[in-house]
């Protein structure tokens, strides 16, 4: 089983820039797809984007196509959100989890373990 730590949070102007990490234990990284979601105050967890297992295909929701950026390096067990043009409704929790198969719908229902999480906050 992969186990996920996030990191690479933290606050930034609107319009302002950030990295996530998402570091993964275990030797099967690889052959997981993995996926960002995000929670806002108040708000169920949301799915955000999520990239196959080689790397080839992403997928972003509409909110954050054209400024995220999801990718990952199988040789260092990392997966990346990069997040350009930020704005205040970016602000949340950002969390990543991993499953087998990249295509079909990612609810955060489906996953039972979940790490700490990186807090976002994106001022104006």
């Known amino acids: 089983q992969v186990q996920l730590v996030e990191s690479g949070g933290g606050l930034v102007q609107a319009g302002g820039s950030l990295r996530l990490s998402c570091a993964a234990s275990?030797?099967?990284?690889?052959?997981?797809?993995v996926g960002w979601f995000r929670q806002a105050p108040g708000k169920e967890r949301e799915f955000v984007a999520r990239i196959t297992r080689s790397g080839l295909f992403t997928y972003y929701i509409d909110s954050v196509k054209g400024r995220f950026t999801i990718s990952r390096d199988n040789a260092k067990n990392t997966a990346y959100l990069q997040m350009n043009s930020l704005k205040p409704e970016d602000t949340a929790v950002y969390y990543c989890?991993?499953?087998?198969?990249?295509?079909?719908?990612?609810?955060?229902?489906?996953?039972?373990?979940w790490g700490q999480g990186t807090q976002v906050t994106v001022s104006t």
């Open positions: 275990g030797r099967t990284f690889s052959s997981h797809a």
């Open positions: 989890n991993s499953r087998l198969q990249a295509d079909g719908t990612w609810s955060a229902d489906e996953f039972g373990a």
